[in-house]
């Protein structure tokens, strides 16, 4: 039955400018965007439907109103004149997927444990990326938190959760969500999502989401039926419309995304998010989405610090101003650059788009130095310039990474890096990662050297499986060693449940890996404990080429008592009788002690010689070691000039 209009008349102060929130006593209220429908309806799943008010003026083409409903109660909504029904476009969760009714739920009925946490900033910070679906094996939030204590204990400060909005099917990496206020069902109830955030603050862990505002999904995408200016043709977006942030009736969609931002931090207690592929944001206005994005992120943490990470193929400095200096306010950016370098230097391989990196000491010293390599330079995969100045960028504001979602993805099988190069040189590159001055990511099981593949995958009806298949075949042959794959159907079916079993990590490996495990636990205690590594180059930062294939890195500290030197070497045994560079030279009165070495065998590695045997040079073959000033133990020999007198 339709019940007769009712006018607006909230007990709670709403959280969000849209969607249904629940006002007590049996009673919800519900605001919705729907300017080409003339007439709303709001359907239970019993049959009751109450006609939402048209709102006038400014808010001309909301509708809005109070029904009986309650958390837990499902709903649609109806235009008067159709008998379709539709999910809410600020849905809090859809129980049964994109396509089906949406649910009612009280964000204030959760029992917080976590009121004396602040939040977090950049600096200091260890990232850890990890997809729930795939992370342990159950692939729900549950069974993630509980091995957040362990994550804790390894020397993660920060879990970065792939997306998580609903998206169509039964698995997926969550980049086509559709419904951007819904934690996706499949991983469990918003409320688990809730309980994962309060177990992670009480681990010492702050978490932050990956979001998604560059496109939609193509399956379970309904705002076209309450509004076609969700999307514009204004701009081209590499994976489907483009979304209206600055065209006609732009402003709602602009506040359904920017209250998006606020509402993963305000009702879920969220340490920051990680906004996904920001090239594909296009937005003129005053002022742009990204920096609408961060302010609201900040206003909803209150007291609290949140830190704001982008992706942006294009290097964009300007994300990364400060708002008062016409910037966008965001904290970090990642820095491709880096990892592309040094899988150049690890495999030798520099093909597609890793064809304008060598790996060569010079690069990673740069890459150490200034965050991207690339900074206004001509890239010649992309024929083009690629990059802005960041010469004036804290070291902190780049997140490096050896690996990510994207780029064990990108290869062949979904090979870890691990498995693309040798244990040792491996080993080495982690150092430079672990210790390195920018802000280090890792992703799931690569601290255990994780045997699970990561590939992608996505459960889509038949004809779009296909074309997924088909794009996915096609992005992969720009690398000539993958081509003859594609070509031969070789490659791992996107579509396939067996693919996105295979991707789910088996963290029994923490103990069969263990000198893998071993190896990422002593960095992160060194970088944590050791004050010079800790203050990631704020003191001041250098590097130096040693030969073809190594490098020094030296930390420094205001009176150079506590400089902190990391050598790395790609390639064969180094041995020297002299190094003219000062950064090799020691404080006076104290001599280099080895501090640590990536050959120890608990890492298995082949142990390390003297570094400095009859005072000469000498650096293992594929290793990197970390030397600190001590006493001087040995008298060095007195050597007689050539020109001495008669």
Not at 191 to 212: E, M, T, Y
Not at 379 to 402: I, N
Not at 458 to 466: I, K, N, P, S, T
Request: net charge negative; hydrophobic share 40%.
């Amino acid at each position: 039955m339709i019940s007769s209009p009712l006018q607006a008349t909230p007990v709670r102060q709403r959280r969000l400018p849209v969607g249904a929130e629940y006002i007590g006593e049996g009673r919800t209220h519900v605001r919705v965007w729907a300017p080409c429908m003339g007439r709303v309806e709001v359907v239970r799943e019993d049959g009751a439907s109450t006609e939402l008010e048209p709102e006038d003026g400014e808010h001309a083409g909301y509708f809005s109103g109070e029904i009986d409903a309650q958390p837990g109660d499902l709903y649609r909504f109806k235009p008067v004149e159709d008998e379709r029904l539709y999910p809410d476009p600020a849905s809090r969760f859809q129980p049964q997927g994109p396509h089906g009714p949406s649910e009612v739920i009280d964000p204030a009925s959760f029992s917080w444990t976590d009121a004396a946490w602040r939040g977090v900033s950049l600096e200091g910070q260890v990232v850890y990326e990890l997809h729930i679906g795939t992370f342990a094996r159950e692939g729900t939030w549950a069974a993630a938190a509980r091995e957040l204590p362990e994550l804790a204990r390894v020397g993660i400060t920060i879990v970065e959760v792939m997306p998580v909005a609903e998206f169509e099917g039964r698995f997926g990496w969550g980049y086509d969500g559709v419904d951007l206020y819904a934690p996706s069902h499949l991983y469990g109830r918003p409320d688990d999502f809730r309980r994962f955030v309060d177990a992670a603050h009480a681990a010492g862990i702050a978490v932050i989401l990956d979001v998604v505002y560059n496109h939609l999904g193509p399956v379970g995408n309904y705002l076209r039926a309450f509004s076609p200016s969700y999307v514009t043709e204004r701009y081209d977006n590499e994976w489907g419309d483009a979304l209206n942030f600055d065209g006609d009736d732009s402003g709602p969609v602009r506040e359904l995304f920017v209250s998006n931002a606020g509402y993963w931090i305000d009702e879920f207690h969220l340490d920051g998010l990680r906004l996904d592929a920001t090239q594909q944001i296009f937005d003129r206005s005053p002022e742009h989405l990204l920096a609408a994005i961060s302010r609201r992120a900040r206003a909803a943490a209150g007291d609290r610090s949140v830190v704001i990470v982008a992706e942006n193929e294009t290097q964009d400095t300007r994300l990364v101003r400060p708002l008062e200096e016409g910037g966008y306010g965001i904290d970090a950016l990642w820095n491709d650059d880096f990892h592309h370098s040094a899988m150049v230097a690890l495999t030798g391989r520099s093909e597609a788009y890793y064809s304008d990196t060598c790996g060569t000491p010079q690069e990673l010293i740069s890459a150490a130095k200034y965050g991207f390599l690339f900074q206004g330079q001509y890239y010649h995969w992309q024929r083009d310039v690629r990059g802005t100045p960041a010469l004036h960028l804290p070291q902190a504001s780049f997140v490096t990474f050896l690996q990510n979602h994207d780029q064990v993805a990108n290869s062949a099988h979904g090979q870890r890096g691990h498995a693309l190069t040798s244990p040792s040189r491996w080993r080495a590159m982690t150092a430079l990662l672990l210790l390195g001055p920018g802000t280090p990511m890792l992703f799931q099981g690569q601290e255990f050297d994780a045997s699970a593949p990561f590939i992608f995958f996505a459960d889509f009806e038949r004809e779009l499986a296909a074309a997924v298949r088909k794009g996915r075949g096609e992005f992969l042959s720009q690398f000539p060693s993958v081509a003859p794959l594609v070509q031969d159907g070789a490659l791992d079916d996107p579509g396939a449940e067996t693919t996105f079993e295979r991707c789910k990590l088996n963290l029994d490996e923490r103990q069969t890996h263990a000198s893998a495990y071993a190896l990422h636990i002593d960095l992160l205690r060194l970088r944590r404990e050791d004050a010079t590594f800790r203050s990631q180059g704020r003191h001041g930062f250098d590097g130096a080429v040693l030969s073809a294939s190594a490098f020094v890195l030296r930390f420094f500290t205001p009176d150079h008592e506590d400089d902190r030197v990391l050598v790395v070497n790609l390639g064969a045994d180094l041995r020297r009788t002299s190094i003219a560079d000062p950064l090799l030279a020691p404080a006076a009165g104290t001599e280099w002690s080895l501090r640590w070495s990536s050959e120890d065998p608990a890492y298995g590695g082949s142990g390390t010689p003297p570094i400095q045997p009859d005072s000469q040079w000498f650096f293992p073959a594929e290793s990197a070691v970390v030397l600190a000033p001590g006493p001087v133990r040995h008298m060095r020999p007195f050597l007689v000039s050539v020109h001495r007198s008669p």
